[in-house]
């Protein structure tokens, strides 16, 4: 193979400079300061897992994601983390099963993909959320959606958008109100998706048409989905999610798209993404889910996740550098208490440095800080 | 192979769970800014890059030391980042080499070794630290020695002390004053380290005999040192060392140890390792090296970095929890007043949920917090 150029990174890798490195570590922050105001304790399990306990945790995909690793201590095949969500999910099934429920979990860091998405070029990516495991009620939907809410608009997003989707839907109403063949539910799905009609009359599946109709602003998806008549299953649903509407109290423009399933293969009852004004793409999505544990028992558990990087892309969490600059020979006293002052002093060592070669922003005249 | 058992993870790879990840969070918090308030700016180079590209940037071990990816993408061998301050001076000599010197960086991540050591059992370690790019006279060592002291201070280690070497002083005293033939060069460093004055003198390296009892307190070291008369190259490291003690102004004890050169491989005229009070082992290291351009060109630097976990291990970085319980049915502009009084609110989702079984401090009485 032919020689790597120096400086080259491997495709989807890339590194942070100033000021985007600091903006990252400062929109972080300010999501995990967010969610912990909540409650939400926070855990930091490892980049890398055997590969086999990372597929059984990743519910979708799986296998196909990942990047896998040698490693010649352990002698098997381990794998870098795609996901931070399912690890916390192991985390809650394993050493933190003993503890009271619900149980408020949080993290933030960075997640590896085989493959980058027409989307996101890069394969790395910073990830943060929140699970709330033992609970998937309304109430519990409606802490998840308001903290995400509070964790985007303390990150600088503004008119957020929340689209919210009935992951189980299709399956739930064919095994009770609307009976479809086994064999049928995964092609009336796909139709729906489609929002093709004739298709799913043609599959004899006539009860789902309405549903067809039914995605769009949340005032009206809920009136066509009420028309519905699909009994207990159908309206505990549509009362859920008016429950969480009615706890967002008009904080996000709240979109239902009742059978939308791509990307909520996992999700039970609710599922959702997350949009912001100017932004190109979701800023995160997450629903409600099951957790296996170890003995075969089920838990169920609501999340969140946010990717940082279009928050980064959009120019959020970058803050104007005020930078002041410190002559040879200042006394390091008046450098330190500047310093706890909150200033970044930049200080010369020879007297070639100067103010505005180290991109400095003030200079200190008569020991203060004026600007350049 | 077997079944690996649900949870278990890999050697040296683990989970950090509250409280100890929100402190390792934190205490990375406390040292980033600390770093900032010097002028330095954050650098995020990715967690792996092509192996080439990353044994090329390794001074030391290299290839031995990392673990490696199989990319189907690149279709060439990654590796994962054992160490972050190569890749800060690749950005220093690439993306970065137009940026007025002295160039100050930051950086803070997890990096990856393939094996454990006896002092540290994770191959998963947290890294934080800061390169001055451009110099490596007096006055660098003199910032990036009192910014170490100030990020463990503010990190909360007391009483730190700071072990100076001389990483390149044998060979330089072989080529000048004290000359030796090459081939004797490393015996006589080793017989250094092993404080071997006799078969230093087998060796014939007789001038090299009083290095073997100069190492100690800095005032006794550097009174034994200024006794050798060796010329101007150990005359002019004294001095520097000398300077350094002074900007440090008695805040860590400093010792000497001029031939240790343990981990020093790719020090120049500077090494030195941190310690605190009541931490087993080193808590961070760092000197003087020179970072190669493209073209060939040779560029002075000085840095240091800190691993966190020791400092975790011994407890730094936890705070208080104080988490104040919310009954159900409180209103919800309530407890955002008090979250945004910097109370962690925890909201009990149904009557079951208590104050104590969800690990509160508080309750509301009246609307007001008050101590379980």
Redesign the interface.
């Known amino acids: ?1 032919s ?20 903006a ?2 400062r929109l972080l ?1 300010s999501i ?1 300061d967010s969610v ?4 939400y ?10 590969e ?2 990372l597929v ?1 945790q990743l519910k979708s995909d799986g296998a196909q994601d990942l ?8 002698r ?1 095949t ?1 794998a ?1 983390r795609p996901d931070i969500t399912a ?1 916390v999910g ?2 809650a ?4 099963a003993g503890r ?1 429920r ?1 149980l ?2 949080a ?4 997640v ?1 993909k ?2 980058a998405t027409q989307l996101r070029p890069e ?2 990516l910073l990830q943060a959320g929140a699970e709330l495991v033992g ?1 998937d ?1 309304v ?2 939907a409606s ?1 998840i959606l ?1 903290m995400a809410v509070d964790a985007l608009e303390a990150a600088g997003v503004t008119d957020i958008t929340i689209d919210l989707t009935l992951p189980d839907l299709v399956p739930t109403l064919a095994a009770g109100p609307f009976p479809l063949d086994p064999g049928l539910v995964d092609s009336v799905r796909a139709e729906l998706d489609e929002k093709d009609a004739g298709a799913i009359a043609a599959l004899g599946a006539d009860a789902y048409l309405p549903l067809v109709h039914a995605a769009g602003p949340l005032d009206m998806a809920m009136e066509r989905m009420r028309a519905i008549d699909a009994g207990g299953a159908l309206q505990s649903r549509l009362d859920g999610i008016a429950g969480i509407a009615d ?1 967002l ?1 008009g904080r996000a423009t709240i979109t239902l798209d009742p059978t939308e399933r791509h990307g909520f293969e996992y999700q039970s009852w609710l599922g959702f993404s997350l949009f912001g004004a100017d932004m190109a793409g979701e800023l995160g999505r997450g629903g409600s889910y099951t957790i296996c544990h ?1 003995d075969g028992a089920e838990e169920v558990a609501m999340g969140f996740s946010l990717y940082l990087d279009p928050l980064i892309d959009a120019g959020l969490g970058w803050k104007e550098k005020k ?1 002041l600059f410190v002559p040879l020979g200042t006394e ?1 006293d008046l450098a330190d208490r500047l ?1 706890s002052e ?6 010369a ?2 007297d070639a ?1 100067t103010a505005d ?3 400095c922003t003030h200079q200190l005249i008569n020991g203060e800080p004026e600007p350049l």
């Open positions: 193979m020689k790597i150029p120096p400086g080259l990174l491997p495709e989807g890798l890339r590194d942070r400079l100033p000021p985007e490195a600091e990252a570590a922050r995990m912990a105001s909540y409650g304790e926070r855990v930091s399990p490892p980049l890398a897992e055997f086999e306990g059984g990047l896998r690793i040698i490693d010649p201590v352990s098997r381990l870098l690890q192991r985390i099934a394993t050493r933190m009271t619900p408020r979990l993290y933030g860091g960075e590896l085989l493959r394969r790395q609970s009620s109430a519990a802490e308001s706890a109290q170890a930078r390091s310093r909150g200033w970044r002093t930049v200080a060592l020879t440095d070669g180290l991109d």
